[in-house]
């Protein structure tokens, strides 16, 4: 059967452009061996990580790497027959063979209430990570005031449900004013607008947070999280979970030195990655499906359709036109 895959076609330079993805078509043989199975993509999530990854054996003529939601079309592995919903580890492409090590997720039990799409957010490596930074990495208490940067992103908005649930004070930072309000309508106490602030951050974080903050989840990196360890509190936890103000930086980003704040307030600072957490996969995804049977957590996404858009629906997340999980439908 004729697929297409989305390909590497040259090394970024900076913040990706479109011209530098290419579709091809590939052939992709239907007789299967033991173990193997064929599908067709129904969804593909673009995530900030993707960028990050050029360099690290990542290459021109690669596929993009990327995990994506397919329904399973002919199968010779006797749990994964035809109809099973699955989130992949194969990269963006609208159909292929895969085998079961390439499965991320089944996803057949979600609630009725959401979207088949939610298996690429809420109920996939978004919410996951959201649930492992707060639960596992900062272990969150009730009546503590918790920070969340990228606080409208994929990531974020579901962090900042968890940590309402868990009885927190959820405050937030991100990119536009739009953002903030979105924000303040899904639990956060209170959000600013980063890019209002250059001025006066420091300002802006005792505003949200006047008695400091005790956890804080990093989606940013940089200065700016650099300034956010001044106002946190003593034995303050903060979960390292990405640095997208550097992703698309062409030379090293610079920020203050930060141990003598780390030694004065004694923080423990964590960098996690969702694979060292397999063993708690169901716990989370049990979760956070039942705070939505209860109606405690919400899916949000930004759609975007047809497969040949997968490029700029990318482009437009690492920019911040996103709002929740950046998510392509096919």
């Given amino acids: 059967m ?10 970024y330079n900076g913040f990706p452009k479109k011209s530098d993805f290419e579709i091809v078509e590939e052939d992709v043989a239907e007789d299967l061996q033991n173990g193997e199975f064929l599908y067709e993509s129904l969804a593909i999530s673009v995530d900030p990580y993707i960028r990050s990854l050029v360099g690290a054996g990542y290459k021109r003529g ?3 790497i990327g995990s994506v939601l397919v ?12 109809g099973k919903l699955l989130v992949l580890n ?25 979207p088949e799409t939610a298996g690429l957010g809420l109920y996939g490596i978004a919410g996951l990570t959201a649930w492992i930074g707060w639960i596992l990495v900062c272990k969150i208490k009730k009546g503590e005031t918790i920070f969340i940067s990228g606080a409208a992103g994929a990531v974020g908005n579901v962090a900042a449900q968890i940590g309402k649930i868990k009885g927190c004070t959820v405050v937030g930072s991100c ?21 209002k602030e250059s001025g006066s951050l420091d300002a802006a974080i005792k505003r949200v947070a006047p008695k400091g903050i005790d956890c804080y989840f990093d989606n ?22 990405g640095s997208i103000s550097a992703y698309n930086e062409t030379t090293p980003v610079l920020a203050p030195i930060l141990q ?8 423990i600072l964590q960098g996690f990655r969702l694979r060292s957490h397999v063993s708690n996969y169901r716990e989370a995804y049990e979760d956070l499906k039942k705070w939505t049977i209860e109606g405690k957590m919400k899916n949000y996404e930004k759609v975007t359709k047809g497969f040949e858009n997968v490029p700029d629906a990318f482009i437009d997340m690492l920019r911040g036109g996103n709002v929740g999980k950046a998510v392509v439908r096919l």
């Fill in 2 to 11: 004729k697929c297409k895959k989305i390909v590497l076609k040259q090394m």
């Fill in 62 to 64: 690669d596929t993009v």
């Fill in 71 to 82: 329904r399973v079309t002919k199968s010779k592995i006797e749990k994964f027959q035809k």
């Fill in 90 to 114: 194969c990269g963006w492409r609208n159909g292929g063979k895969a085998k079961e090590s390439d499965v991320f997720f089944v996803r057949d039990d979600m609630p009725a209430l959401v």
């Fill in 175 to 195: 990119g536009t004013d739009e953002k903030v309000e979105f924000c303040k309508n899904i639990g956060y106490y209170a959000a600013f607008n980063y890019k």
């Fill in 220 to 241: 940013v990196g940089g200065s700016f999280s650099s300034t956010i360890l001044r106002h946190m509190n003593s034995g303050g936890r903060v979960g390292v979970c």
């Fill in 260 to 267: 003598p704040t780390i030694g004065k307030n004694e923080l």
